[in-house]
């Protein structure tokens, strides 16, 4: 197999000396150490019953009463507990204002009902479909007993970066095939060049060409994903490449509009890219929010929860679209274009790499956040670099991440592996 292929090729010093071995030796001292404790708000404290009564008021004014088939989910930070009481609190005022309970169908009206939360606030929201109606949504608030941002305890978590290479040419995307001896596949703007550490050198192996009939966006972006039954797969806009998995290899390239994946493992969305832009169209499989389609956006990464998943988008209009199956908001941050998400052992087991809004003057910087519930909450400082990030991906392990930048003091390109150690 790939693994075990010959090296005779011509060797070349490394554009980085001894970066990979000392790169490799950090990367398996990683570990993490203690994770943060996230500590449940107060919710028993809040006030409910005139809410609830407020927003059955609103559902059984909408649907008569009329024979109903009744789901609650629970998005926020309540307790199992607490979610159950709302939920029988609901039925019971419901049932008080003529409205009967039956499975979805038999009944005239589907009501579904999140329980959704922001800073300020717990949110409930109920979506109401009636035949081929249009869905109506109602919706109430409660106001928390204390501010969520006093009962959330972020530890700093570690965040630091490893070169993984460094080159004049522009650099798009590299993937790290962790074998023996390691290798590299940096996918470069019109050609995918492997290479393998041997004696703390680096040689290149193999070199190829993409082809291409279309002219290429004037800010060019690519993906190279590390694949289990071949060695890699390659996006560009209208392209795609993928290689064998044998040595010597193969690589074929063709004109594609397939869509690129998207996500972390087992987390995962494909999505339309544009193939005369830089963005992603919004066009994503499977479909996210009710209408399944999304604002054009450059990335995106997924926040798992126990039974739905918060979809971010970093769209082109600047902002940050936050999704799930039910709603959709807007986050107020200052957050570049650039988003990945990692798995880790620490705290939630899942974090948000986002770059900073760049003013062109500064360094870009990267900094870890998590979700206690729909709002950012930073457990890292940021990371510095030397110029302007052009790409962030997560990597198909999904435990990493890989950040390209442009120096403009060197004039080089460098790739870098970034990765998370837990906060003691």
């Given at each position: 197999m790939w693994g075990t292929m010959s090296t005779n090729i011509a060797s070349y010093n490394s554009r980085v000396p001894e970066m990979f071995t000392a790169w490799l030796s950090c990367w398996r001292r990683i570990s993490c150490v203690a994770c943060i404790a996230i500590l449940a708000a107060a919710a028993s404290a809040a006030d409910w019953s005139e809410q609830e009564r407020l927003l059955s008021q609103k559902i059984a004014a909408?649907?008569?009463?009329?024979?109903?088939?009744?789901?609650?989910?629970?998005?926020?930070?309540?307790?199992?507990?607490?979610?159950?009481?709302?939920?029988?609190?609901?039925?019971?005022?419901?049932?008080?204002?003529?409205?009967?309970?039956?499975?979805?169908?038999?009944?005239?009206?589907?009501?579904?009902?999140?329980?959704?939360?922001?800073?300020?606030?717990?949110?409930?929201?109920?979506?109401?479909?009636?035949?081929?109606?249009?869905?109506?949504?109602?919706?109430?608030?409660?106001?928390?007993?204390?501010?969520?941002?006093?009962?959330y305890e972020p530890a700093v978590m570690l965040?630091?970066?490893?070169?993984?290479?460094?080159?004049?040419?522009?650099?798009?995307?590299?993937?790290?095939?962790?074998?023996?001896?390691?290798?590299?596949?940096?996918?470069?703007?019109?050609?995918?060049?492997?290479?393998?550490?041997?004696?703390?050198?680096?040689?290149?192996?193999?070199?190829?060409?993409?082809?291409?009939?279309?002219?290429?966006?004037?800010?060019?972006?690519?993906?190279?994903?590390i694949r289990k039954d071949h060695l890699f797969d390659a996006y560009l806009p209208g392209t795609t490449c993928s290689s064998t998995g044998s040595s010597p290899l193969a690589v074929s390239c063709r004109e594609s509009d397939d869509p690129w994946p998207i996500g972390t493992e087992p987390v995962t969305l494909k999505g339309f890219f544009s193939p005369t832009r830089n963005f992603f169209t919004g066009?994503?499989?499977?479909?996210?929010?009710?209408?399944?389609?999304?604002?054009?956006?450059?990335?995106?990464?997924p926040i798992p929860r126990d039974r739905y998943t918060?979809?971010?988008?970093?769209?082109?209009?600047?902002?940050?679209?936050?999704?799930?199956?039910?709603?959709?908001?807007?986050?107020?941050?200052?957050?570049?274009?650039?988003?990945?998400?990692?798995?880790?052992?620490?705290?939630?087991?899942?974090?948000?790499?986002?770059?900073?809004?760049?003013?062109?003057?500064?360094?870009d910087t990267v900094r870890a956040y998590e979700f206690p519930n729909r709002d950012p909450i930073p457990v890292s400082q940021p990371l510095e670099f030397s110029g302007s990030i052009t790409s962030l991906w997560p990597e198909s392990g999904g435990a990493s991440a890989v950040a390209v930048s442009h120096n403009p003091r060197t004039g080089k390109y460098e790739a870098f592996r970034l990765a998370i150690t837990c906060g003691q």
């Open positions: 909408t649907t008569g009463p009329a024979a109903v088939s009744l789901e609650v989910v629970n998005r926020s930070s309540l307790s199992k507990t607490d979610a159950a009481s709302i939920q029988g609190s609901l039925r019971t005022q419901l049932a008080a204002l003529g409205l009967r309970f039956v499975k979805p169908e038999q009944s005239s009206a589907v009501v579904d009902v999140s329980l959704s939360e922001n800073l300020a606030s717990y949110v409930l929201v109920a979506q109401i479909r009636q035949g081929q109606n249009e869905p109506a949504v109602v919706m109430v608030s409660v106001p928390r007993s204390e501010p969520l941002n006093t009962v965040l630091r970066k490893i070169q993984l290479w460094s080159q004049d040419e522009p650099i798009l995307d590299v993937g790290v095939v962790d074998t023996s001896p390691p290798h590299i596949v940096v996918l470069e703007p019109n050609r995918i060049v492997l290479y393998s550490l041997q004696a703390a050198r680096w040689q290149q192996e193999q070199a190829f060409m993409i082809p291409h009939t279309r002219w290429w966006p004037r800010d060019l972006r690519g993906r190279v994903l066009i994503v499989v499977p479909g996210v929010g009710r209408s399944g389609t999304v604002a054009t956006f450059y990335t995106a990464a918060l979809w971010l988008f970093a769209g082109v209009d600047g902002r940050v679209h936050e999704i799930d199956d039910a709603n959709e908001q807007l986050l107020t941050t200052n957050w570049g274009s650039d988003i990945a998400g990692v798995r880790t052992s620490c705290s939630s087991g899942f974090q948000i790499l986002a770059t900073s809004n760049s003013d062109g003057v500064s360094s």
